[in-house]
């Protein structure tokens, strides 16, 4: 099972682009990488998933270089609300999206 | 897009009582469920795959005999925790995929917040 590297925790303000970085250095062929987004006392909430180069949605983008060892999550102009845990999540696909979460990110959005 | 829902959100309940927690798909079916733990502060551990009409795998670790699994049908999951304790206490997350869409996300229900005393 590939197993993710995640900072603990990042800091930013308003209005900035966050970039948050995953490692995953024993990625299989077959695994896709999926980032969520949990509030407190609250279950994860989907923002992305990919499995090469870089994939936009409407409210994150996902980088992911060729070898696939990392990828990057980047959050434009976050807003207070933003502030949550997020998760790097890699998996097969085919395992019905069978996680084993990491530590996951919290990241702290000051006015 | 698809929803799991959990019921109940919130329960409290006395040391040695049991508690039975549901999982529902509501608009997809689901040949496969997750269940997960998550203490305060900590990440989300999973405890076990519930597969329709057959047995539950569980992690290492984890009591089979404690936290009882039913996936009597495409959308519906069950978990029971049997004479629960203080330690017990946690907030529980299951998650379900939408076979049928091909290149899907899993989606969680919103938890249930469990509390022995």
């Known amino acids: 099972l590939a197993k993710t590297t995640q900072p603990i925790s990042m800091d930013s303000y308003e209005g900035q682009e966050v970039n948050i970085t995953c490692s995953h250095n024993?990625?299989?062929?077959?695994?896709?990488i999926t980032w969520y987004q949990q509030f407190p006392s609250q279950g994860p909430r989907f923002i992305i998933q990919?499995?090469?180069t870089k994939v936009t949605n409407e409210v994150a983008s996902l980088f992911i270089p060729a070898d696939r060892k990392s990828s990057t999550l980047s959050l434009p102009r976050v807003s207070l609300s933003d502030t949550a845990v997020y998760y790097c999540?890699?998996?097969?696909?085919?395992?019905?999206?069978?996680?084993?979460f990491g530590s996951g990110t919290k990241l702290n959005v000051k006015p | 897009g698809a929803v799991v829902s959990q019921h109940p959100s919130r329960v409290i309940c006395k040391s040695g009582t049991s508690v039975k927690i549901e999982c529902r798909s509501l608009?997809?079916?689901?040949?496969?469920m997750f269940w997960y733990r998550q203490f305060p502060k900590q990440s989300l551990m999973l405890m076990a795959t519930?597969?329709?009409?057959?047995?539950?795998?569980?992690e290492q670790g984890v009591e089979k005999d404690k936290f009882l699994i039913n996936h009597a049908s495409l959308t519906l999951s069950t978990l029971t925790v049997a004479s629960a304790h203080p330690e017990d206490s946690s907030f529980y997350i299951c998650?379900?995929?939408?076979?049928?869409?091909?290149?899907?996300?899993?989606?969680f229900g919103q938890g249930t917040r469990l509390t022995v005393v």
């Open positions: 998650s379900a995929r939408d076979q049928d869409r091909g290149l899907a996300e899993a989606f």
């Open positions: 024993n990625i299989a062929t077959n695994d896709y």
């Open positions: 519930s597969n329709e009409g057959s047995k539950a795998t569980y």
């Open positions: 608009d997809f079916q689901a040949t496969t």
């Open positions: 990919g499995y090469k």
């Open positions: 999540l890699v998996g097969d696909i085919g395992n019905f999206n069978k996680f084993y």
